[in-house]
């Protein structure tokens, strides 16, 4: 399976998956890294890996549309069946978001559908939660809230701030992402109906 990953800064997730997908018994390939940033610091660690990187510059383009449109003509020159965002702080459009339903997947640093959105970590400790963690899902249209396919937990620690939290959450993010990918390009796990599927036997 062709996997694209979409990234705007660190790439550490992105990173995890080029590293699985490189073993030899992983069935996908990753075809193409794009980030909306110019300077996201995971666009060298991609071209390191011999793997082709595009930019596209959300500020060059006056609509969200137009963005869209020249990501998915991107995505399609680049034959990608799966598209990974690894920390790709953009909002799509639902045409977008419609068209690719079912290929895109997310990593999200809390237990959804707990703290969407922005800065979770600070938002789980604000709630005072004493587990947080992180979850993969499909992309639909409403933020942070397609069929969850994985999740790990964690446990927040009594002193934790938001980059202790952070940190721990990470390392489970590490962990997950890369097996959340191989369940789906395994097909262990597929998208129908706006749900996730089990093969069974898996
Ligand atoms: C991760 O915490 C991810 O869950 C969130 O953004 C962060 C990206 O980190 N969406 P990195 O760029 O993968 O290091």
């Given at each position: 399976m062709k996997i694209a990953i979409l990234i705007s800064g660190r790439g550490s997730n992105m990173q995890r998956l080029i590293d699985a997908v490189a073993a030899p018994d992983f069935p996908a390939e990753i075809v193409c890294v794009i980030s909306n940033r110019p300077k996201a610091k995971g666009l060298a660690i991609a071209a390191e890996a011999g793997i082709p990187t595009k930019i596209i510059d959300h500020t060059v383009f006056d609509s969200r549309a137009a963005f869209d449109a020249a990501l998915g003509d991107a995505l399609e020159a680049a034959?990608?069946?799966?598209v990974c965002y690894a920390g790709f702080m953009r909002i799509l459009t639902d045409e977008f978001a419609a068209k690719w339903e079912g290929r895109m997947v997310n990593i999200h640093p809390s237990l959804l559908p707990?703290?969407?959105?922005?800065?979770?970590?600070?938002?789980?400790?604000?709630?005072?939660?004493?587990?947080?963690g992180c979850t993969v899902h499909y992309i639909t249209p409403a933020l942070d809230s397609g069929p969850i396919i994985a999740q790990a937990a964690v446990p927040v620690l009594p002193g934790d701030d938001a980059d202790t939290l952070s940190a721990r959450i990470l390392k489970a993010e590490h962990?997950?992402?890369?097996?959340?990918v191989r369940m789906i390009v395994t097909g262990e796990v597929r998208f129908e109906d706006g749900r996730v599927v089990t093969a069974e036997g898996a």
């Open positions: 034959g990608a069946e799966l707990a703290f969407k959105g922005l800065n979770v970590q600070q938002q789980a400790l604000d709630a005072g939660v004493t587990i947080s962990q997950l992402y890369p097996q959340a």
